[in-house]
């Protein structure tokens, strides 16, 4: 079996599953060579709370992906979401050396403007460049090699808790890989789904996820927003499992086959057997009811997005709609709820942009693993987080410095 060295790999660890998606470069593209999957078994809500757990199930992922590309696997994207995730948008500004833009001036003005204060607990994982101005002329993306004085530069920034950071790393690690990036969630999947006329012109992405709900508003080819909300197809499953009466499990195999957004976007209704509880009859009920169950919860979570999107002024900023994606976009009549919610156009976002197994990754809750290894191509390098290395979370500014450099040089 050949190491993996040379190919691409993202490691979406979700709520519900864990996927390893092992892809090779394409030129601008990927071909997915191998696919694993396993459900999770030690998140909550994105957020780790059971080690052991967690490296099994990545583990069995990684078998499985292994496998199928007939290699092995040494390092890995990941993917980072949960209600810890913070974003917020900044300025720096710095004078010019030699009246002309370098890209050491470009270094100043991120630093400048990363340089803000955060908790001891905290710590940055993006700091993506949103435009530059150069003398009052803004809106400028590429400013090296530009005459002027002073340099001001628009960051978008993203911090998590430290914590959770070193406890993903440290099931990976444990797992037996290193880490070459932690990546924002809804970020990846962007790089799946949307396309670039799209974030030029603005576009918002909603990634449902089993344990969270992550925003992410694109304007000018560039992130403006970011929001990771602690709702999403679990309580989905809780619900119907509540209504039910009737295992967990049970009513997330039951959602995953029956359910739909909302009874009025049913084709046709129809008798489910129900399994029950502490060994009692089964039960039955209608596809009707088991849609009840489940719209005020559809209804609550979109509303939430929305009053964020008006609350942030960007609900009118974003002729290009909504994206819906992840795993729990995939209910029935999603979509066409969504666009009632948000009187804006709404697809549902597939993995595109692709080649290989493209057929066997076809589906929303792909998007974050495909998109954590179209990330990886285009921004190729060593690991950054090696197993048993314990002091390598504090590694995650020089990261950020040096990700920059390559980025500008």
Known sequence: MA?????IVGLDIGTTKICAIVAEAN???????????????GLRKGVVIDIDATVDSIRKALDEAELMAGCEISSVYVGIAGGHIEARNELGMVAIRDREVRAGDLNRVIEQAQAVAIPADREVIHVIPQEYEIDGQDGIKHPIGMHGVRLIARVHIVTAAVTSAQ??????????INVIDIVLEPLASGEAVLAQDEKDLGIALIDLGGGTTDLSVFIDGSVKHSRVRSLGGNHLTNDAAVGLRTPFEQAEKIKRRYAC??????????????PSVGGRAPREVSRKQLCEFLEPRVEEILTLVREELVQTGFLSKIPCGIVVTGGSS??????????????????????????????????????????????????????RFRVYDGSSFRKIRDRMREWFSGEVG
């Open 330 to 383: 995939a209910l029935q009549g999603l979509p066409e709820y969504a666009e009632e919610v948000f009187e804006l156009p709404v697809r549902r976002g597939l993995p595109r942009g692709i080649g290989g197994l493209v057929d066997r990754v076809q589906g929303p809750e792909f998007a974050t693993g495909v998109g954590l290894a179209l990330y990886g191509s285009k921004r190729w390098a060593r690991p």
């Open 167 to 176: 406890n993903l790393i440290r099931c990976c690690n444990r797992a037996g």
């Open 27 to 41: 030129g601008d593209s990927v071909d997915v060579i191998g696919i694993g999957s396993h459900p999770s078994k």
């Open 3 to 7: 190491r993996g060295e040379d190919l």
């Open 261 to 274: 957004a909302s009874p009025r976007f049913l084709t046709h209704d129809e008798i489910l057997l129900v």
